[in-house]
Structure formats: C-alpha cells, structure tokens
T-cell receptor, first 116, second 114 residues
Framework: EADIYQTPRYLVIGTGKKITLECSQT?????MYWYQQDPGMELHLIHY???????EKGDLSSESTVSRIRTEHFPLTLESARPSHTSQYLCASTNRGSSGRLVEQFFGPGTRLTVL | KNQVEQSPQSLIILEGKNCTLQCNYTVSPFSNLRWYKQDTGRGPVSLTIMTFSENTKSNGRYTATLDADTKQSSLHITASQLSDSASYICVVSDRGSTLGRLYFGRGTQLTVWP
C-alpha cells in the first residue's frame, strides 16, 4: 500500500465556493500529479510537479491551480467551483527510476467532488 | 494518434470462473505497459508492469501478456473472487527512465457474481 493521502474523500459544495483538495505523500517522491476522472472514462492529467516550486499544466485544460511548497504536499485549488467541476480527482506520485528499476506511479484514494 | 483501447467495456462473470481482458495500443515509441485495478471510489493500484522484452508477468491470480509486435496485451484472471469486482485499467508509457507520457485506457468494469 502506497503512502499517499487525499482529503477530503468526499466533498459536496455550492457553486462559487473556493475549495482546496489536499494531497500528501510520505515516500519522498519528487514527482506528483493530479488527474481528473469521470465515470467510465480514462484518467486525464490536469497538473504535475517535478519538485518544490515546480508546477506545470497537464493535457486537460483545468480552471484549478496547484502549488508545491513542500516535497510531500501538492494541494489543488478551485477559486470558484462550478457544476462542471464535479468529478473524481486523483493525486499520484512517482519514485525515481534507476538502473533495472522501472518508475512506478502510486495513486491516492481520490476525492469525489460534487458541485451543486 | 497515441491511443489505448480496452475491451470489453464491461464484463460479468460467476465466482470461480476465469476471464481475459484485452488492451490494444498505438503508443509509439513504446516503453512499458501497466495494468491497474481500481476499486469503486478508490485510486488505481498497480498489478503488473511489463517492458518491451517481457511476454508475460504474473501477480497471484493475475497474469498479463504482452505482444509488442501486434501491440496487444491481455490480463487473465484465474478463479475469480468477489473481491475482483473492479475496473481494470491498461496504461502505456512512452518512456522508461523518466515516467514519460502515460496513456490511459477507459478500463474494463468487471463484476463477479456469487
């Protein structure tokens, strides 16, 4: 079991609210990711970070923002939530690949967000 | 266009039976292929990772095969259990030393009935 945590697990909020989804890992991984997943659909990368003070946008356009002030912490923020933001958000981190060892990606349990 | 296609979209089997899930990909260059199990409301958990040179890899009752020539992979589940009910996701990476770009399939939703 990977040591990567997400809170809250479930969140129901009203339109226009500001929210922050928390993600933390205790494995010392430099690389962290945020994915968005709708039911029956593939995961879409929305943000990633290769280390402290490094953040990049992913493939799927997202109105959310991220920060990486500490290695272990990678929060995602929505300034003004809308119903279109309703989805499952998955955080992930990867170890460092080395000779003979493939890079592995570990996922958190996810946050199910519902915006009314 | 780099894509990962999985079939069937959903599958229902009886407890104790075997099943095989399919994954076809067009990702190039190819580095490795992963199968993940995702329980409802949870994050994906890695089952197997295979590189270009590997044809088969097992993890308990799960056996993955890879044919890099035809760009096909399968995940065989033996003697299914109720706890096998989940979505099984095929993921292809185009680089090895760094994570590179990951291409996700939509998953096969497996339901095991008693």
């Amino acid at each position: 079991e990977a040591d990567i945590y997400q809170t809250p697990r479930y969140l129901v909020i009203g339109t226009g609210k500001k929210i922050t989804l928390e993600c933390s890992q205790t494995m010392g991984h430099d690389k962290m990711y945020w994915y968005q997943q709708d039911p029956g659909m593939e995961l879409h990368l929305i943000h990633y970070s290769y280390g402290v003070n490094s953040t990049e946008k992913g493939d799927l356009s997202s109105e959310s923002t991220v920060s990486r002030i500490r290695t272990e912490h990678f929060p995602l923020t929505l300034e003004s939530a809308r119903p279109s933001h309703t989805s499952q958000y998955l955080c992930a981190s990867t170890n460092r690949g080395s000779s003979g060892r493939l890079v592995e990606q570990f996922f958190g349990p996810g946050t199910r967000l519902t915006v009314l | 266009k780099n894509q990962v296609e999985q079939s069937p979209q959903s599958l229902i089997i009886l407890e104790g039976k075997n099943c095989t899930l399919q994954c076809n990909y067009t990702v190039s260059p190819f580095s490795n292929l992963r199968w993940y199990k995702q329980d409802t409301g949870r994050g994906p958990v890695s089952l197997t990772i295979m590189t270009f040179s590997e044809n088969t890899k097992s993890n308990g009752r799960y056996t993955a095969t890879l044919d890099a020539d035809t760009k096909q992979s399968s995940l065989h589940i033996t003697a299914s259990q109720l706890s096998d009910s989940a979505s099984y996701i095929c993921v292809v990476s185009d680089r090895g030393s760094t994570l590179g770009r990951l291409y996700f399939g939509r998953g096969t939703q497996l339901t095991v009935w008693p």
